[in-house]
């Protein structure tokens, strides 16, 4: 949303004209306090016949919602929906109100009365609720005069049938087999305001109602099942947009967490067509993928063949070569012995291998080669691809050979960025010489085992050699076979080999790290390591003519952390991931940390890079789901000094002696210009219906709207640095 204007003011109230009980009383929700089962069915628009339903329990009143099962398509009215008469009335602003035969589901807050079905009640099913049984005479009235209108009745046990219209249940089918009756239009039924609202059977995933919520089958009978007498189910139908207005102050669930993976997971077709697509153009014999979200793998496939001559299917399972994208398994290494205490970032390498002692620098006046300086590409070798390519199975005494005879150099250490493999290799030799082990021992006992990565070695005749990919080149119109190189002193910077079901949990472990935040830390590596391997230490490239793989334009900037790289595009989007290349095999992995998403791919053709690949597929993945980033927790006294400021108002009547502003507020901001300025502001969003769910940008700024009949606005403030956070600056903005 666009702001229309701004003002550097303080946010008076949630309301205008009210004082803090009357606010407290206008966002009272309207989900009973005894209610600890919800249904929750979403739809995007109000005209659409469709939505999709979720299911969630709290343990009482004031606890937080949990959902239960995975969210499930439904179908709706026709005509989308309009504002039905629930346990309490709201505005919906241009919704139009249900009426009886208008097509509409009922938009509001139900309690559900009871299960009905077509079975006898000894042989419905484990139900915990008041349960009818769909006889032939039984019939749901909506005729309008009747004083049996909008309810179920049994016609034989009426002594005089009133009505003109009716839904004899049994005669519907299939449809209503298994249903659940909603209280719209309850208790004294208004004429003409809609009746026989249920949750039913759907005949089909395309096939829209008159006005009821309809599902598959198996998803109606776990809900009639779930539900309990005791429990006070509700059924909450919202548009989305209402749902962002009205959820927070209504404390419905939040959804920030609870469908993310089943919208990412639906994005699984498109997905799979572009990776199809990619392999065909760029020839691969096979391609591996997978695409984690908040540490889960939430889908994974494979196609083509792993191994030509045994004709060996590629799959999720299938290991692959994944060359430079092991540099970030080094760099690990180093930190994790760095936390120890073992080594510093900073040490000069000739400490840990002492041939280095003996390199001449490119200047008299260049300082020692770092750690550091390896793990960021800035020791000053040259850029060492095609060379470096070749090295994998050289041997320790080989590399550290080298060094005594002398290295060339293409800058002094610390002034630019080159990518080097023979840094990376480097590093493979500190790790063995501070621990005492080999690196792929090391690597195994204090990385992979503890992450379950049982099927990743760095030795190729390791592996499964049913499971193992094999390398190839296209020559002379046919493939050549790329033999596998041994782990050598140059493993250290690609020799790695895993599988994308292996390679999964370590992922997961990177996304883990964030948001920074106070939970006990488990991982092979601290949180707080892992997110230091992500920053970007060493700049590499200003992109101002980047393009995303569909053409769009958007300049970004480039730079390397530790062993990974890292890229912010023009709308502040931060990737994080490395690309791999050798001889038979090409990959790539890249994780948007901030929406807790990533993507990676393998594939067993030279230098057949995924990395072009990887990215469209990222860049569909958020156009598809609308997928928002992962919010930080809210400190204690960002929510403290929120609920402050709106005590102070609406007359701003105590603020400059309440102690919560900062010595520069009121120097920066007149109260009569405050008050007026604000009053304005909340004039033009019309009657305040109450205040949303404050969103922390860190833990001493944030923001949150106050919504009102024509429009809403959103506040934001940002605390002091003083040992106790005062409140030094407030913007409105109203949103169109």
Known sequence: MRARFLFPILLLSALIGAGPADAQQRVESPVPASSTQLILVLA?????????????????????WQPVGRPTA??????????????????????????????????????????????????????????????????????????H?????????????????????????AAYETGIVVEHNWGDPRPGG?????????????????GCTAMAPPELTAIAQWI????????????????ERYGPVWGLPSLNNADRAMRVRATQPAVDSIFRAWAEREHLPGLSYGVVLDGDLVYSSGFGTANLARDLPVTPG??????????????????????????RLD?????????????ELLTTDAPEITIRHLLTHSAGFPEDNPWGDRQLAESDAMLRGMLTEGVSFSNAPGVTYEYSNLGFALLGQIVEAVSGESLPAYSRAKIFEPLGMTSTVWEYERADADRLALGYAWLDQKWVHVPHEHHGSFGAMGGLITSIDDFAPYVALHLSAWPPRSEADTGPLRRSSLREMHQPWRFAALMPDFRYPNGRSCPSARAYGYGLRWQEDCAGLVFIGHSGGLPGFGSNWVMLPEFGLAVMS?????????????????????SLTDLAPRRLPVSDILERRKDQLVSLLPDWEGAESSGIFAENFFLDNRIEDLVSESEALFAAAGEITGAGELVARNQLRGSFPVYGTRGTVEVFFTLSPEREPLIQQVRLRALE
């Open 228 to 243: 309990g007498s005791a429990r006070d189910p509700v059924l909450v139908q919202l548009t989305r947009d209402l749902y």
């Open 74 to 147: 439904v179908t709706l009215g026709r005509n989308g929906l309009g504002i039905g008469m629930g346990i309490h009335d709201f505005d919906a602003g241009s919704m139009p109100r249900k009426r009886e035969g208008d097509g509409k589901s009922p938009a509001g807050v139900y309690r559900l009365s009871s299960v009905f079905g077509f079975a006898p009640p000894g042989e419905a099913g484990d139900f915990d609720f008041p349960y009818v049984q769909v006889t032939d005479d039984l019939e749901c009235v909506d005729d309008g005069d009747s004083d």
């Open 44 to 64: 995007e628009s109000p005209e659409s016949p469709y939505g999709t339903l979720r299911r969630f329990e709290r343990a009482g009143e004031g606890e937080g």
């Open 347 to 359: 040490d000069p390498i000739s400490r840990y291998i002492p041939e280095a002692d003996a390199l």
């Open 602 to 622: 393998f594939d067993n053709r030279t230098y057949g890079g995924t990395s072009a690949v990887n990215l469209a597929v990222v860049d569909t993945i958020l």
């Open 318 to 343: 299938s290991l692959f070569r994944i060359a430079s994208m092991s540099k970030s398994i080094t760099a690990m290494a180093i930190l994790q012995l760095r936390d120890e205490g073992k080594l």
């Open 194 to 210: 809609g009746s026989c609202i249920f949750l039913h059977n759907w005949t089909g995933p395309e096939d829209t109602t008159a």
């Open 149 to 173: 209108y909008n309810h179920l009745v049994r016609r034989s046990e009426v002594s005089a049938v009133d009505w003109d219209s009716s839904e004899r249940m049994r005669e519907v089918g």
